[in-house]
């Protein structure tokens, strides 16, 4: 069968790939703190995080405007000013989070970066990896299954009501006649019929609970504290009432250590833990973030989907846990995507058109106002594309300008390091000129609706927040259980900034509502869930999976 050829795919399998140690020796970490799966990829001993070294050490994020279809290329971004940063002379690393396997066989393809700003060994990272996903998803299930056991006990029974218990099974693929099922078919020896369901692996809870933990005993008590469901006289049973947390935090033994691998230009690079960023925090591990901070100068890390969503978690949520605060804010934009949110159809992405991208970076400049109020200045990143044209890319630098903002070509995708040296001395400026100041948008200690009516009106720009009854049985319940301090992570959809996905480039005049709540009493905080949100996608009418292949020799194709 003929195969298309994916130019990352070749420019990955056609790069010089060092041996792990190599690249390990250039961060200072020695061979015997190395755990090698194969030559290319090793993990890091939690021993190497050095607290002294993360106070000196600079952290970037990248984030982007509202996600398009076409994509904006922030861990193409990210990887390119980890390789700037070096260009220039800085030891720097990018620590991003891990691929799911849903995205990849669906449509929207891995998380390796794009052409020549990619972390390889590409096939490995966007495949099996390390079993990062495997683990979170054999710890998931295996409460799901002590769940029903227990259910099904006559002599140890903690009276579990059936009808409250709010855990999923997980499986790290698009499969959507796995959403709702009905277990426990077959008898009483088969465990009692009930409604059931599955989620993806990067929508567990024990994929946040792993990316919010700072050690073992941490991910421990964490783990203990998974919320999943109600006794039948109303009491709440958390996991450690299963004792549950031991034997979950044993398949995690492994995956909580970070996975080390390398850039096209061998430079390092930490990937580790993967959540999604509509449902969950969108960020990688606090583990990883800390060790790439005690390793080298300067960390490059990206907060998944737009700033709205990732970003707003990191620095409300990540931050919060960790004691972190980014020094700097690099804001990724396209031509394309300006144009998408000046109202061009899909056909016209690629097509120059001033008039749409001036309508269309309302939405970049409501992005850059939402970043100063996290204070922090951003360096917006033009990810460049051929199509786009001179005045289109004058028009954002100015504009940009107007706004007190420095706007910049990325042209990593082509040049790789070469080509983000610009930003990347941008950024160090930024750094060392102390303009920003970070601060997070609210305190945790104020009530849930005040925090959620923060991010709604500040980072949405919504008018009001309304609550279904559903919704406010759940405000009731989070008072009722002690959850109020917890830090709120929005549940939206991606591609506005309202609940409404159709209402792109910068809303006005809307309100949003909270549909429901869910619980993350282990990964430490509350998901208001606006609209109806998808935890297990469905594949595309022509999966990704069709146009990939592997031969005789082992090489593999159709892989983006």
Known sequence: MSQTINPDLAIAQAAPIRH???????????????????????????KLIDEEKIKKSKLILVTAISPTPAGEGKTTTSVGLSDGLNKIGKKAMAVLREPSLGPVFGIKGGAAGGGYAQVIPMEDINLHFTGDFNA??????????????????????LHIDPRTIMWKRVMDMNDRSLRHIVIGLGGTADGMPRSDGFNITPASEVMAILCMSKNIDDLKERLGNILVGFCKDGKPVFARELNAQGAMALLLKDAIKPNLVQTLEGNPAILHGGPFANIAQGTNTIIATRMGLSLVDYVVTEAGFGADLGAEKFMDIKCGYAGLKPDALVLVATIRALRHHGGAKKAEYNSPSLDKVKKGFENLEKHIENCKKFGLTPVVAINHFKTDST??????????ARHGVMALISDCWAKGGEGMTEIAQAVVDVIDSGVNGFKPLYDWNLPVEEKIMTIAKEIYGADDVEYSPKAREGLKMIKELGFDGLPVCMAKTQKSFSDKENKIGRPRNFIVTVREFEFAAGAGFVIPILGDMMRMPGLPATPAAEGMDIDNSGKISGLS
Do not use: H, M, W
Not at 139 to 148: E, R, Y
């Open 20 to 46: 792990i140690k190599e690249i390990a020796a250039r961060t200072g970490i020695s061979n015997d703190d190395l755990e090698y799966y194969g030559k290319y990829k090793a993990k890091l001993p939690l």
């Open 136 to 157: 979170v998803e054999k710890a998931n299930n295996l409460l799901a299954a002590l769940i029903d056991n227990n259910i099904q006990s006559k002599t140890r029974s």
């Open 391 to 400: 005045e289109e890319i004058e028009f954002v630098k100015d504009e940009c």
